[in-house]
């Protein structure tokens, strides 16, 4: 989503519980990969986007001698490299099937990569993500997933994970208007801040903005985690087996988990 926040400040003050973190691969682009992307934008939003490719620029080296799918099938053959490596095994026993240990329900912010930052393999972490991590009853995707993720992979836990500086709860914050899919989208955490907003004082507009940003985003992650906590595959599969539904918060800037609830 093109929205950004107007103050996005991460928080500080995390703890890490058992995992560490790891950096993100870094981009490499290509000059061509570039224009075609760079085609399908309004000229206002290319300009955006070139400031931005300029910026990344000047950090990461660019190879302009290469074609577009290149940069992929490198990057593609660097990871089974880098697998393989590790644990010889690994990929060709994934051919048989998954048995993950956890479900993570996320944002899809490019900035909260699960695997990456649990520091984990493919093959550990069942996936939904999507904008805000905003979990509902009626929604058939995040449902089946859920379902999926403990009637059939018998996951050990479920985390529900938000994230400092979310551009959909900051546009929410901000009463900001989309047109289409994402302002529907978004209704239901609206509706929260609505609700939360005349029970406590940290939605105020008196409060300093990324404090009312991170107190939503936690509103968030706590209402997620009571509707699959509710939910009913959930507490069937509790009375049989240990089921654990963490909520947690990512810092973006620290790159660090800190579980609550
Ligand atoms: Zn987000």
Not at 94 to 114: F, H, K, N, T
Request: charged share 20%; net charge neutral; glycine share 8%.
């Amino acid at each position: 989503m093109s929205y950004h926040p107007k103050h996005p400040k991460t928080r500080s003050g995390c703890q890490v519980f058992g995992f560490s973190g790891e950096q993100a691969p870094i981009p490499k682009f290509h000059a061509g990969e570039v224009g075609v992307r760079l085609q399908f934008l309004s000229p206002r939003k290319t300009n955006l986007r070139l400031q931005a490719i300029s910026d990344i620029r000047g950090k990461y080296e660019f190879d302009q001698t290469t074609s577009p799918p290149q940069w992929e099938i490198d990057k593609n053959l660097s990871f089974i490299n880098k697998i393989n490596a590790a644990d010889p095994n690994l990929l060709p026993s994934l051919a048989g099937g998954q048995s993950p240990p956890i479900l993570w329900i996320g944002c899809s912010d490019s900035r909260v990569p699960e695997t990456t930052l649990l520091d984990l393999r493919p093959g550990d972490v069942f996936v939904h993500r999507n904008i805000a991590n905003i979990v509902t009853t009626g929604d058939t995707s995040v449902q089946s997933v859920i379902t999926y993720a403990v009637e059939h992979l018998h996951v050990k836990c479920i985390v529900v994970c938000g994230h400092t500086g979310c551009g959909g709860v900051s546009a929410v914050i901000d009463d900001h208007k989309f047109e289409g899919p994402l302002e529907l989208w978004l209704e239901p955490l609206r509706k929260l801040k609505h609700e939360y907003a005349g029970q406590y004082g940290s939605l105020d507009g008196s409060v300093e903005y990324s404090k009312r940003v991170e107190s939503l985003v936690r509103f968030n992650i706590q209402a997620a985690t009571a509707i699959v906590n509710s939910s009913s595959v959930v507490q069937e599969a509790k009375k049989v087996r240990q089921l654990d539904i963490l909520a947690a918060i990512y810092d973006v800037g620290k790159g660090k988990l800190q579980f609550f609830m």
